[in-house]
């Protein structure tokens, strides 16, 4: 079969961000697939800027659309997408030719690359999907305030309410949009869930911890009688100053807590603690991607929480929670969404979002179990995400979902 995908910021290990379209095609191609992928030569959370034309790489097929650089999330990222989408659609025809797609995946974050999509789709005769990232319009609208009557949020619904028309199916990352798209008209037979998941690859490496790090993280640790780990981006809406006044309430309970990793929040955060005066709470800088495995294995458990949004109704699969899953620890989630991953999977506590006190009350609950305990959840997370989450079972879940009638 012959599968074409349609991703906006396509990134893979040697340009950073976006993964998921990289780790499914992969997989397809290990499975017989000949997969091609089409993406932007330039996108503001990639990192450089990849060269007009063809491409391989991982045996999938690249084809890169020369499109503008912009910053950020104005007028300019606007004009950039009405660009990438603009000049597949005059080579669809050409794509068409070239690649003879069976299957053609509408799966940019914004759902503008329907049109492109359905049209290289209608010319080979081939099945239409559109995977599903995020709920446009619903997310400028809820997230950024603007207007339904906003020209920019027009446009977006008219192209939401094309793909659930016109697609044969929809595979949706956010497990419980099914009723919402419903009410925009799609057949509810044509939806399916594949979530976010993990690759194995990343996980079957011994890529110790440089000395110096392991050296910093034991000197935490022996300090204290449970150490807790948060390990990703410091941004606002990773809503830490949360875990901050939790590390507050539990200044006298032995607990260390350190948070690794950067961003715009990171400074603030630390001079935060610093201002609180917190003696239980440390921070390191980012570690890299293959000593991640490594990393989490240190802590007694870790953490995960997100601001509370009304978009988290539809359910939530973050990536990092399947990555602190693999690690073997319990895991403490401080997100309130219409799914519970860490209840599924018995692998942890949820904690009410923002909630300090919450927050606190789970860590000591975790921190008064027994370590054969801890050891448990631990294990039945890293069972359920083998099960459930790793790329090799989604890809192939991905395609029947496609197949199925």
């Given amino acids: 079969m012959n599968l074409l995908?349609?991703?906006?910021?396509?990134?893979?290990?040697?340009?950073?961000?976006?993964?998921?379209?990289?780790?499914?095609?992969?997989?397809?191609?290990?499975?017989?697939?000949?997969?091609?992928?089409?993406?932007?030569?330039?996108?503001?959370?990639?990192?450089?800027?990849?060269i007009p034309g063809e491409e391989s790489y991982d045996g999938i097929k690249y084809l890169w659309i020369k499109s503008r650089k912009y910053k950020g999330n104005g007028f300019a990222r606007i004009i950039a997408m009405i660009q990438f989408i603009t000049k597949i659609w005059c080579r669809a025809k050409s794509i068409?030719?070239?690649?003879?797609?069976?299957?053609?995946?509408?799966?940019s974050t914004y759902p503008l690359d329907i049109y492109p999509a359905r049209r290289i789709a209608k010319y080979s005769g081939a099945k239409l999907c559109f995977e599903l990232h995020d709920l446009w319009p619903l997310s400028p609208i809820e997230l950024g305030g603007y207007s339904k009557r906003?020209?920019?949020?027009?446009?977006?619904?008219?192209?939401?309410?094309?793909?659930?028309?016109?697609?044969?199916?929809?595979?949706?990352?956010?497990?419980?949009?099914?009723?919402?798209?419903?009410?925009?008209?799609?057949?509810?037979?044509?939806?399916?869930?594949?979530?976010?998941?993990i690759a194995m690859e990343e996980w079957n490496v011994d890529e110790p911890l440089l000395p110096e790090l392991e050296d910093k993280i034991n000197k935490i640790k022996s300090k204290f009688d449970f150490s807790i780990a948060y390990a990703g981006a410091h941004g606002i809406a990773n809503a830490l100053d949360s875990l901050l006044l939790a590390a507050?309430?539990?200044?006298?309970?032995?607990?260390?807590?350190?948070?690794?990793?950067?961003?715009?929040?990171r400074e603030r955060l630390f001079n935060e603690s610093q201002n609180m005066g917190l003696?239980?709470?440390?921070?390191?800088?980012?570690?890299?991607?293959n000593q991640i495995p490594a990393l989490l294995t240190k802590f007694d458990a870790l953490y995960i929480g997100l601001q509370k949004e009304s978009l988290f109704r539809f359910g939530i699969s973050p990536n990092k929670i399947f990555d602190y899953m693999m690690?073997?620890?319990?895991?403490?989630?401080?997100?309130?969404?219409?799914?519970?991953?860490?209840?599924?999977?018995?692998c942890g506590i949820y904690a009410e979002a923002e909630n300090a006190d919450a927050i606190?009350?789970?860590?000591?609950?975790?921190?008064?179990?027994?370590?054969?305990?801890?050891?448990?959840?631990?294990?039945?997370?890293?069972?359920y995400v083998l099960k459930n989450h790793t790329y090799s079972v989604l890809a192939k879940k991905f395609l029947e979902a496609i197949q199925q009638d």
């Avoid at 068409?96 to 799966?107: G, L, T």
């Avoid at 690690?327 to 018995?346: K, T």
Wanted: charged share 25%; glycine share 10%; proline share 6%.
């Fill in 5 to 50: 995908i349609i991703n906006h910021n396509a990134g893979r290990p040697d340009l950073g961000y976006m993964f998921r379209p990289y780790y499914l095609a992969r997989e397809w191609v290990r499975l017989g697939h000949s997969t091609t992928v089409i993406g932007s030569t330039y996108s503001h959370v990639r990192k450089g800027i990849t």
């Fill in 96 to 107: 068409s030719e070239r690649f003879r797609p069976d299957v053609v995946i509408a799966s």
């Fill in 150 to 197: 906003h020209p920019f949020i027009k446009v977006m619904q008219v192209a939401e309410d094309f793909y659930c028309k016109h697609a044969d199916k929809v595979i949706s990352i956010i497990p419980l949009a099914k009723d919402y798209l419903v009410g925009r008209g799609l057949d509810g037979r044509k939806y399916f869930n594949v979530p976010n998941g």
């Fill in 248 to 265: 507050e309430k539990l200044s006298n309970k032995d607990v260390g807590i350190v948070l690794i990793g950067g961003g715009p929040e």
């Fill in 279 to 289: 003696n239980n709470v440390f921070f390191i800088e980012t570690v890299p991607k």
């Fill in 327 to 346: 690690a073997g620890r319990p895991i403490i989630q401080a997100i309130d969404a219409g799914n519970n991953l860490v209840a599924e999977a018995n």
């Fill in 360 to 383: 606190a009350r789970a860590i000591l609950e975790l921190k008064s179990m027994s370590p054969d305990q801890r050891q448990k959840l631990g294990q039945n997370g890293k069972e």
